[in-house]
């Protein structure tokens, strides 16, 4: 599985961005794309994730009401993920990535939050001036 990322910028606060992953090269049908962030010194952490098939989505509480994850099925060799981020703040500044995860099986909804996701791609920086 490959992933591209793209969007990320220099942004003032209170401003907007929006993300995109390209994922493709799935085996399985089942998949789930999240969106993590890693700021300097601090450890990654998941912000929204989504199921593309059903559109079960997840939100960290930080980002809650100012971010939101969308995906694009059209084309079935790849999945497209979007992370639509608006008021942005100071803390929002980090490298973010997108990873996928597939599965032969079903996944319940309520495991979208804690997937082993095994794709990663190369990141793309977010940078918030106060």
């Known amino acids: 599985v490959q992933l591209v990322e793209s969007g990320g910028g220099l942004v003032q606060v209170g401003g907007s961005l929006r993300l995109s992953c390209v994922a493709s090269g799935f085996t399985f049908e089942n998949v789930a794309i999240g969106w993590f962030r890693q700021a300097p010194g601090k450890e990654r952490e998941q912000v929204s994730s989504i199921m593309p098939n059903d559109g079960t989505t997840y939100y960290a509480d930080p980002v809650k009401g100012r971010f939101t994850i969308s995906s694009d099925n059209a084309n079935k060799k790849e999945k497209k993920a979007y992370l639509q981020m608006n008021n942005l703040k100071p803390e929002d500044t980090a490298v973010y990535y997108c990873?996928?995860?597939?599965?032969?099986?079903?996944?319940?909804?309520?495991?979208?939050?804690?997937?082993?996701?095994?794709?990663w791609g190369q990141g793309t920086q977010v940078t918030v001036s106060s």
């Open positions: 990873a996928a995860f597939e599965s032969d099986g079903h996944v319940p909804r309520f495991l979208l939050w804690k997937l082993d996701y095994e794709y």
